[in-house]
């Protein structure tokens, strides 16, 4: 008897875990990564919303004045004392894999934007948003579960 109550409860643990995160990509649990370290590492990313994009991004006087989403990721956690490669791909082999589950601020979001490789990488804010370098909208904060970018999802890395 004492094993079957033990199921029951466990079944609805499981009910409830999978229901509070099926919907979307990312379900933040306070508890995983987010840090002071990563918190800063937001509040960083959050001075360069409106630069705009350029392709390679743009250098000038040694800091950047527009940023590609490798760049802008790269540049960012530079600033924490964290050294990433240039490239989203090359980020991506970073840190250590985080289960979709499992992604907390400060966590590298991956996405396949054309062809079959990575080609755009996000810092996790929470709450399901991300802040990226946009083409088309340059620093800015997006829902990574819109279905544009949901569909895209690659994989999530955490580097702090």
């Known amino acids: 008897m004492r094993l079957g ?3 029951k409860v466990l079944a609805v643990l499981l009910l409830a875990a999978v229901g509070s995160g099926a919907a979307g990509i990312a379900v933040e649990r306070s508890a995983f990564a987010a840090t002071e370290e990563s918190r800063k590492l937001i509040e960083i990313g959050k001075e360069y919303i409106g630069t705009p ?3 390679g991004g743009l250098i000038k006087n040694g800091e950047p004045v527009a940023f ?3 760049l802008f990721v790269q540049h960012v956690y530079a600033l924490l004392g964290v050294k990433l490669p240039r490239t989203s791909k090359e980020q991506a082999k970073e840190g250590e894999q985080v289960d979709r589950g499992s ?3 400060g966590d590298l979001l ?3 934007t054309s062809g079959k490789s990575i080609g755009h990488v996000a ?3 929470g ?3 991300m802040i ?3 083409s088309s909208r340059g620093v800015t904060i997006s829902d990574m579960n819109s279905s544009y970018w949901k569909k895209r999802f690659v994989t999530a890395r955490r580097v702090l």
Request: charged letters at 20%.
């Open 110 to 112: 991956f996405f396949r």
């Open 123 to 125: 810092i996790y804010v």
């Open 5 to 7: 109550v033990i199921r």
């Open 53 to 55: 994009y350029r392709l």
């Open 127 to 129: 709450n399901g948003k």
């Open 103 to 105: 992604i907390s601020q």
């Open 68 to 70: 590609d989403c490798s």
């Open 132 to 134: 990226h370098a946009s």
